[in-house]
């Protein structure tokens, strides 16, 4: 799936019209033809992982819509 809008927000939103807030900002160096997959994980505070098709990182995402606490998301990079 390809990226349909990335911007300064950090929020990543996919051609299916889905809205992901990364946990890094590392993804903003992902261009629109990105090939990405998603895929549900279970974690505490983490919902989804986006994966790179093409260099196969993953980065840990939650929907954009749902309540999101930067200390606590800092907090689980860390730890």
Request: glycine share 6%; hydrophobic share 40%; aromatic share 8%.
């Amino acid at each position: 799936m390809r990226i349909k809008k990335h911007d300064k927000a950090y929020i990543v939103v996919l051609e299916d019209g889905s809205e992901w807030r990364p946990a890094v900002a590392a993804t903003l160096c992902w261009l629109p033809s990105t090939d990405l997959e998603v895929y549900q994980i279970d974690d505490e505070r983490w919902t989804h992982v986006l994966v790179d098709r093409g260099s196969g990182r993953c980065v840990r995402v939650v929907k954009a819509a749902e309540e999101w606490v930067p200390e606590q998301i800092e907090a689980s990079l860390v730890g």
